[in-house]
T-cell receptor
Framework: GAVVSQHPSWVICKSGTSVKIECRSLDFQATTMFWYRQFPKQSLMLMATSNEGSKATYEQGVEKDKFLINHASLTLSTLTVTSAHPEDSSFYIC?????????????FGNGTRLTVT | GQNIDQPTEMTATEGAIVQINCTYQ??????LFWYQQHAGEAPTFLSYNVLDGLEEKGRFSSFLSRSKGYSYLLLKELQMKDSASYLCAVSSFSGGYNKLIFGAGTRLAVHP
């Protein structure tokens, strides 16, 4: 159980275009999902907390107008990278807990590798 | 703020034991997780500690000392497939959520 599905696995886009990444909890409901970004040989950096039915909470230094998050249902959160630039090329990973308790581990999607040319 | 430190790289021999240390400073501490991540893949959950002491799970054990802000992951009977990055992550309650903040990770290379 506790499967998180992320789509697409990889995407290549041209500079200036927008890319949408989907994150789904397949066998549980998630009122909260977390979006991380990981540059090569670096750790996961929390970008934002996605909340079902309300605005996302962004970490310091993350541009909310550039990284649009929508959490329209209990099983789906989307991250849209708007007006992408080469420096946005990274590995984006979503995650969620299947129980809303502090000791419940985060389950991660398989990630999306974004390359902006 | 939060600060999580762990060694960047370690090497070990197949069949041996390796200990990966992690020190942290955080507010609203809610527990410490260890994850394994192979290159290009998502992290997978290994262990969770919220109370002081040792948690054992097969070949993997994790230890926590809250007063010292210190944890370690112990891997026994190392196998080649254990070559991966090991991420120490601290859970803290912030802004109404239990957030998981990751350290930079320790890249472990297991050689024959």
């Amino acid at each position: 159980g506790a499967v998180v599905s992320q789509h697409p696995s990889w995407v290549i886009c041209k500079s200036g275009t927008s890319v949408k990444i989907e994150c789904r909890s397949l066998d549980f409901q998630a009122t909260t999902m977390f979006w991380y970004r990981q540059f090569p040989k670096q750790s996961l950096m929390l970008m934002a907390t996605s909340n079902e039915g309300s605005k996302a909470t962004y970490e310091q230094g993350v541009e909310k107008d550039k990284f649009l998050i929508n959490h329209a249902s209990l099983t789906l959160s989307t991250l849209t990278v708007t007006s992408a630039h080469p420096e946005d090329s990274s590995f984006y990973i979503c995650s969620a807990r299947d129980h809303d308790s502090r000791n419940s581990p985060l389950h991660f999607g398989n990630g999306t590798r974004l390359t902006v040319t | 703020g939060q600060n999580i430190d762990q060694p960047t790289e370690m090497t070990a021999t197949e069949g041996a034991i390796v200990q990966i240390n992690c020190t942290y400073q955080t507010s609203g501490f809610n527990g410490l997780f260890w994850y394994q991540q192979h290159a290009g893949e998502a992290p997978t959950f290994l262990s969770y500690n919220v109370l002081d002491g040792l948690e054992e799970k097969g070949r993997f054990s994790s230890f926590l000392s809250r007063s010292k802000g210190y944890s370690y992951l112990l891997l026994k009977e190392l196998q080649m497939k254990d070559s991966a990055s090991y991420l120490c992550a601290v859970s803290s309650f912030s802004g109404g959520y239990n957030k998981l903040i990751f350290g930079a990770g320790t890249r472990l290379a297991v050689h024959p």
